[in-house]
C-alpha cells in the first residue's frame, strides 16, 4: 500500500474531495514526522508505537573491500505493533 492508496481509501469511506483527502493524509504524516524529530512517542491505540531510539556506535566492514568502517551514533525509528495488529494472521 502506497501514499495515494490510503488516499483513495479515506475519499472512498468519508466522500470528500480527493484534495481534501490528500491534505488530510499530508497533515498526519508531516504531524507524525514533526514529533518524531522531536524525539516524542507517538501510541496509535490498536495500531502500534513509534519511538526514536539512539543508536549505538560501532565497527562495520566494507562488504567490497573488508575494511573496516566506523559506524558514527545516530537515531532510529522504532515501531511496536499493538496487540490488535499483532494478532492479524
Do not use: Y
Amino acid at each position: 500500500m502506497i501514499k495515494l492508496d490510503i488516499i483513495n481509501e479515506v475519499v472512498a469511506k468519508t466522500g470528500i474531495t480527493k484534495t481534501k483527502a490528500e491534505l488530510a493524509v499530508e497533515t498526519v504524516f508531516e504531524s507524525m514526522k514533526k514529533a518524531l524529530a522531536g524525539g516524542s512517542r507517538i501510541e496509535l491505540r490498536g495500531f502500534g508505537v513509534f519511538n526514536v531510539r539512539p543508536r549505538k556506535t560501532g565497527i562495520g566492514r566494507n562488504p567490497r573491500t573488508g575494511a573496516e568502517v566506523s559506524i558514527p551514533p545516530g537515531r532510529a525509528v522504532r515501531f511496536k505493533p499493538g496487540k490488535e495488529l499483532q494478532s492479524i494472521d
